[in-house]
């Protein structure tokens, strides 16, 4: 049992933090115009995570807010900000060590996929799900890239 769960647990995150640190693995070391934009990159992505988290942390300490859905700040432009700042910055990482070897790719899109289809996003809105005040924040804001909200339907 003990074997399985090791397998199942530790093996496959050390897998797949293998093949999402490829781009580090295999960066070249000459500065180009795309290692400026990787650092912009992910200093965006820092931000929107740093940012989300703080904002979400404050909105969970304040007794008022028990079992609502935090809809304000970055969470107001998107359901997971801190998850759009998380694959950002790997996306940045990438691009600040950008070389020709194709299969370096593989790490961003193997977190975004991870976020966006695996652990991330599918966990949280399922858990959420059926709820009348995650359902109208759902109809009303971006699931991941922030975008600027519709009007709410009890406002129409």
């Known amino acids: ?3 399985n769960a090791y397998t199942k647990v530790f093996i496959t995150q050390g897998f797949f933090m293998w093949l999402i640190s490829w781009s580090l693995l295999w960066s070249d070391q000459n500065l180009k115009w795309f290692n400026l934009a990787g650092v912009i990159v992910w200093a965006a992505g ?3 995570e740093a940012t989300a988290d703080k904002q979400l942390k404050q909105f969970l300490q304040n ?3 028990k079992g609502k859905i935090m809809q304000s700040g970055l969470w107001a ?3 997971h900000p801190n998850y759009f700042g998380e694959v950002t910055m790997w996306w940045g990482i990438w691009l600040l ?3 020709p070897n194709w299969w370096t790719i593989l ?3 193997t977190i975004t996929f ?3 289809r695996v652990s991330g996003v ?3 809105e399922k858990k959420y799900e059926g709820r009348s005040e995650f359902e109208d924040y759902k109809k009303r804001v971006s699931i991941f890239i922030p975008w600027k909200p519709k009007k709410s339907s009890s406002t129409i």
């Open 1 to 3: 049992m003990a074997k």
């Open 63 to 65: 007794p008022k807010n």
């Open 97 to 99: 060590n950008f070389n």
């Open 114 to 116: 991870l976020i966006l």
């Open 122 to 124: 599918p966990l949280l």
């Open 77 to 79: 432009y998107s359901r």
């Open 107 to 109: 790490g961003p899109l």
């Open 46 to 48: 820092f931000y929107f």
